[in-house]
């Protein structure tokens, strides 16, 4: 690292003693970073890295795309159960932009803090625009959770409402017919552009759920994951999918490209086996956010679509198998 | 992360179990890798990104510029002390090249393996090629060297030969007269191209060293971070300093320009009480590594260059200022 791109990192991105979370033993300035583990605690560790035109327009507000770049990060703790600790920043740049530096920092570092998550170590290199994150986080030893540990029986649940995200990519794109109010597109344009990982879900759901992922291909792809590392099987009933306010008054089908499709929002699928149910709808008024139970796992291979009741009673209509292009991802089957 | 990224990283860079090491209690391919520190050790983690055309040169063997992207990191762990655990790879890439892939994955993994640190984490992006690690590794509770607990009146060492990746970019350039032979251009080249971390030599010196840092920006740049860490002094004796056998023959210029700025060696460089001078003599012959003494550190602050003998004895010519340009740094001074 040259002198003078420590200084960028050192000038936009160090705070000093007393401001931000401190949970680094030797601070950044040095070759390492040194972290003291908390005792009885794994090190949860994940990567991403987002590029310019790839993963956000280059029109994006620095501030949110700081935040962005850490809250997909964030993320990825989230659906492994893991307390944040620290992160490292490399951040390749094609200019020293100072006004777009100190919008990026502020929206990254407001995020760090709330989530008590330290810039550890970073490195700046001049090129085409790209954020590579590593994150760390901590566990309890043998309790992280994992995509490979779903059981048949396990109910499926999802929290927030997705799909909105996806409907602001769309607007973007100017495929909507009719096009979005501009309150509707301001609100999911904030929730594309401005995540929020569900860190505080991903704690609460120790010895609760059997599995998790966080929904950012989509949450068909992702379930995807689960039931094959798993070898399990579900039936999703798309009428109990949540829909979020933005996405209620528009066609159905796009209601269902986006919230069984539409990835980037960051939400949390569950696998957590029925016994739960009471403490999972708590769970959400705790954390004032949506849970939402949308199917179960089941133990034969392959992914089901459904209409109608997922708990139909009796005299209830049956539910219907949905011949649906979602249907056939024969890459779900294990 | 799009499943055809996964992928990519899973057919390149994974191996079954029981192939490398397996340092990770849940490895890639979930959302987070967990790690299980070793009770009582801490954890350093440095990063580091390489840019093409920037770090490395795009006709490089992709199995040197793997050995390289990690290599660079590890330098950051042996500089701390710090044993080699884990690391995660951010690879940005203009193509999907699997020949290339391949050989860069090669060279990587068979340096992770001799170092026994494990690959946990990954993620591809499309984009211009660029390659980010973050290492992780463990240190002894407080043990971690440090830039800034350089004392005045330590020792200055320095490991092996530093000089010979400046003396091979000079060559590369076209600006050496005369220019190397064919046998010392391509020692020197491998040199830069496939830098060897003091690992071992870092692990070694706890307990002996006060300050460390590797020369990666070259010798006085980097010292210079020493001494205003430690706020602490030098002076170098020109005379004392290890010269390459390749740059033996070299203008005196050359030579000095080469050791006292060439970057990109990734030697360490060492500040030691004189108590432990027959350990570090002994330690050299040990790692079959030349550690040498260059100096000393000094209450006085700023950096001085000597010519003449580093241990005058009664009757030798005394000590003489070096009217240099190596000597103006004014930034050196705390």
Same mark, same amino acid.
């Given at each position: 690292?040259?002198?003078?791109?420590?200084?960028?990192?050192?000038?936009?991105?160090?705070?000093?003693? &007393?401001?931000?979370?401190?949970? /680094?033993?030797?601070?950044?300035?040095?070759?390492? /970073?040194?972290?003291?583990?908390?005792?009885?605690?794994?090190?949860? *560790?994940?990567?991403?890295?987002? *590029?310019?035109?790839?993963?956000?327009?280059?029109?994006?507000?620095?501030?949110?795309?700081?935040?962005?770049?850490? /809250?997909?990060?964030?993320?990825?703790?989230?659906?492994?159960?893991?307390?944040?600790?620290?992160?490292?920043?490399?951040?390749?740049?094609?200019?020293?932009?100072?006004?777009?530096?100190?919008?990026?920092?502020?929206?990254?570092?407001?995020?760090?803090?709330?989530?008590?998550?330290?810039?550890? &170590?970073?490195?700046?290199?001049?090129?085409?625009?790209?954020?590579?994150?590593?994150?760390? &986080?901590?566990? %309890?030893?043998?309790?992280?959770?994992?995509?490979?540990?779903?059981?048949?029986?396990?109910?499926?649940?999802?929290?927030?409402?997705?799909?909105?995200?996806?409907? /602001?990519?769309?607007?973007?794109?100017?495929?909507?017919? %009719?096009?979005?109010?501009?309150?509707?597109?301001?609100?999911?344009?904030?929730?594309?552009?401005?995540?929020?990982?569900?860190?505080?879900?991903?704690?609460?759901?120790?010895?609760?759920?059997?599995?998790?992922?966080?929904?950012?291909?989509?949450?068909?792809?992702?379930?995807?994951?689960?039931?094959?590392?798993?070898?399990?099987?579900?039936? *999703?009933?798309?009428?109990?999918?949540?829909?979020?306010?933005?996405?209620?008054?528009?066609?159905?089908?796009?209601?269902?490209?986006?919230?069984?499709?539409?990835?980037?929002?960051?939400?949390?699928?569950?696998? *957590?086996?029925?016994?739960?149910?009471?403490?999972?709808?708590?769970?959400?008024?705790?954390?004032?956010?949506?849970?939402?139970?949308?199917?179960?796992?089941?133990?034969?291979?392959?992914?089901?679509?459904?209409?109608?009741?997922?708990?139909?009673?009796? &005299?209830?209509?049956?539910?219907?198998?949905?011949?649906?292009?979602?249907?056939?991802?024969?890459?779900?089957?294990?």
């Amino acid at each position: 690292m040259s002198l003078g791109e420590f200084d960028l990192i050192e000038r936009f991105f160090w705070r000093p003693a &007393g401001v931000g979370p401190h949970r /680094a033993v030797v601070g950044n300035g040095d070759d390492c /970073a040194v972290i003291a583990p908390t005792p009885g605690m794994q090190l949860a *560790v994940s990567t991403d890295t987002l *590029v310019e035109g790839r993963h956000f327009l280059s029109t994006v507000d620095p501030a949110r795309l700081g935040h962005k770049a850490l /809250a997909v990060n964030l993320s990825d703790l989230a659906a492994c159960g893991a307390r944040p600790v620290a992160f490292t920043l490399a951040l390749t740049l094609p200019r020293v932009d100072e006004a777009w530096l100190a919008g990026f920092a502020s929206g990254l570092l407001a995020l760090a803090d709330a989530h008590e998550c330290e810039l550890i &170590g970073g490195d700046t290199t001049a090129g085409p625009l790209a954020i590579g994150i590593t994150v760390m &986080g901590e566990v %309890p030893a043998g309790q992280a959770l994992l995509r490979s540990r779903a059981q048949a029986g396990d109910d499926l649940w999802v929290s927030g409402t997705p799909g909105e995200a996806r409907l /602001a990519l769309e607007a973007f794109r100017g495929s909507l017919r %009719p096009p979005l109010s501009g309150e509707a597109f301001e609100a999911v344009r904030a929730r594309m552009e401005c995540p929020t990982p569900r860190v505080a879900l991903g704690l609460a759901v120790q010895g609760l759920a059997h599995a998790a992922i966080d929904v950012s291909d989509g949450l068909l792809g992702d379930l995807g994951h689960i039931l094959r590392r798993s070898r399990v099987g579900a039936a *999703v009933f798309v009428d109990a999918l949540p829909v979020s306010p933005w996405l209620a008054g528009r066609p159905r089908d796009e209601q269902l490209d986006c919230v069984l499709a539409g990835g980037d929002d960051y939400e949390l699928l569950l696998a *957590v086996p029925p016994e739960h149910r009471a403490r999972m709808a708590a769970l959400s008024g705790e954390l004032g956010l949506p849970l939402t139970r949308i199917g179960r796992l089941e133990a034969e291979p392959g992914l089901r679509l459904w209409t109608g009741a997922l708990d139909a009673g009796a &005299g209830a209509p049956a539910p219907q198998p949905m011949p649906h292009r979602w249907a056939s991802f024969d890459h779900f089957k294990s």
